[in-house]
């Protein structure tokens, strides 16, 4: 797809540039001219070096860790938009970051997912658009439209290809959702691989551990693919794989919209029982990352073609 790169600019912070620069190669326009840096104090800092008056303005930038810092810079960026007369500001927001505080689980609980909406707003975005959000209700948390693109046809092209490829018997697999939480997000993967369903039924005790109760669901012999939606500590995937394993799993692949990966997280993915983790490239990986087992997708021409029909003032449910 071709736009015109005087009516539409893609920006990006420090979070997501490659992933800005492979929507600008899909675009066919140069990625924005911009600086985005921190003063002594730690104060972050921006220079946007062209104008912006009119445009239609993109604005990458993916609230992963350090989350604070990345999401002080969008937000400082957006202002800096505003300021310069923008025409429309969207902001592009692969993976937004504090979407698991979207709910009071207990007393005096924040709800700060609803927060993060209301700052972003506040900045000067006239629209967001984002990628598998952990709780599709936060969609309601904006006063702005919101766009909310899903990954899951990239795990289905991905899998489907792979096991034509190897001439697998469809029969023989079973999409598992490492949680109840989970899920309607893997029944409607399973739909689309036509595939059988099972779930892992687990216990949380505290925050990042997890303990696994029961399999439900048909996995002897069978290979089986976990999806979840992200991927922190990768306590649940594991512990999930190890259940699968002992109730004799022939084979296990995971796939996850976003890595986050904290702490040792890849290392404890390539002790595990899983095959291949495929994750969307929505969160770059670990710049210590040193293993074989994690893989990504990318998800530069999604966002390219929803930013192009954003533009063009096309739907964007048709893509899904």
């Known amino acids: 797809m071709i736009v015109n790169s005087d009516e539409i600019k893609v920006f990006c912070a420090n979070a997501s540039r490659p992933l800005a620069e492979g929507i600008c190669k899909e675009l066919h326009i140069p990625l924005g001219n911009n ?18 008056r009119g445009r239609d303005v993109f604005v990458v930038q993916s609230t992963c860790k350090p989350v604070n810092d990345h999401l002080m810079e969008l937000l400082v960026m957006i202002d800096a938009l505003r ?25 005096r609980d924040p709800i700060t997912a609803k927060l ?25 948390f904006f006063d702005i439209p919101l766009d909310h693109m899903l990954g899951n046809p990239l ?44 779930i892992v039924d687990k216990r949380r005790q505290k925050a ?28 649940s995937l594991c512990n999930a794989a190890q259940a699968l394993s002992e109730k004799g799993a022939s084979a296990i692949y995971a796939c996850a919209s976003h890595g986050v990966l904290s702490r040792d997280a890849w290392k404890r993915i390539e002790d595990s ?21 994690l893989h990504q997708l990318d998800v530069a021409p999604m966002f390219a073609e929803a930013i192009h029909r954003i533009h063009c003032n096309i739907s964007i449910s048709n893509m899904f």
């Open 155 to 198: 795990f289905v092209d991905y899998f489907l290809t792979k096991f034509d490829e190897q001439h697998y018997n469809h029969d023989d697999f079973v999409v598992v959702s490492p949680d109840v939480g989970s899920v309607t997000r893997a029944r409607a993967f399973a739909q689309k691989m036509h595939m059988d369903l099972a």
């Open 35 to 52: 600086e985005v840096s921190t003063f002594a104090d730690g104060e972050v800092c921006v220079w946007m070096n062209e104008p912006v």
């Open 273 to 293: 029982r899983i095959t291949e983790l495929m994750l969307l490239n929505t969160i770059p990986l670990p710049q210590n990352y040193a293993g074989t087992k």
């Open 116 to 140: 993060v909406a209301n700052m972003l707003t506040a900045a000067g975005a006239d629209r967001i658009l984002t990628m598998d959000l952990h709780a599709p209700q936060i969609q309601g």
């Open 83 to 107: 300021r310069a007369s923008a025409g429309r500001i969207t902001a592009v927001i692969p993976y937004f970051g504090y979407a698991r505080q979207d709910r009071k689980s207990k007393g």
């Open 208 to 235: 990042n551990q997890c303990e696994v109760m029961n399999v439900i669901g048909d996995v002897n012999g069978k290979t089986c693919i976990l999806l979840d939606d992200i991927v922190d500590t990768a306590g």
